[in-house]
């Protein structure tokens, strides 16, 4: 699977922004980011069902989305925050697995897309 992402940018705190990711064929997808010195982090995900999982800290604030005709999800940043300010990364979950915010669910990688949020 090939997974291209799009969409990051730098905007000032309380902005938003849309981040894009679209697949080489259907697949459950989900957004990690890494922020400068970190690990990489679990964001949100989005189950063939259609059912969502954020971190904590996005709750309320991001959106995930997908368009099964485009074999897209997107993701909608809100009230964005310095400390959300990190590479964020789409990736395709391998089929079977179950825990959505794990790394190790995820088989495929997009290269990232840099989110600068100031302050």
């Given at each position: ?20 990711c ?6 459950a ?10 690990g990489?982090?679990?964001?949100a995900?989005?189950?063939w ?7 904590d800290?996005?709750?309320?604030r ?6 099964n ?5 997107y ?8 400390e ?7 990736a ?28």
């Amino acid at each position: 699977v090939q997974l291209q992402a799009s969409g990051g940018g730098l905007v000032q705190a309380g902005e938003s922004l849309r981040l894009s990711c679209t697949a080489s064929r259907p697949s459950a997808l989900g957004w990690f980011r890494q922020a400068p010195g970190k690990g990489r982090e679990f964001v949100a995900a989005i189950a063939w069902n259609g059912d969502t999982y954020y971190i904590d800290s996005v709750k309320g604030r991001f959106s995930i989305s997908r368009d099964n005709a485009k074999n897209t999800v997107y993701l909608q940043m809100n009230s964005l925050k310095p400390e959300d300010t990190a590479v964020y990364y789409c990736a395709a979950k391998r089929f079977g697995a179950t825990q959505y915010s794990r790394v190790e669910s995820y088989d495929y990688w997009g290269q990232g897309t840099l989110v600068t949020v100031s302050s």
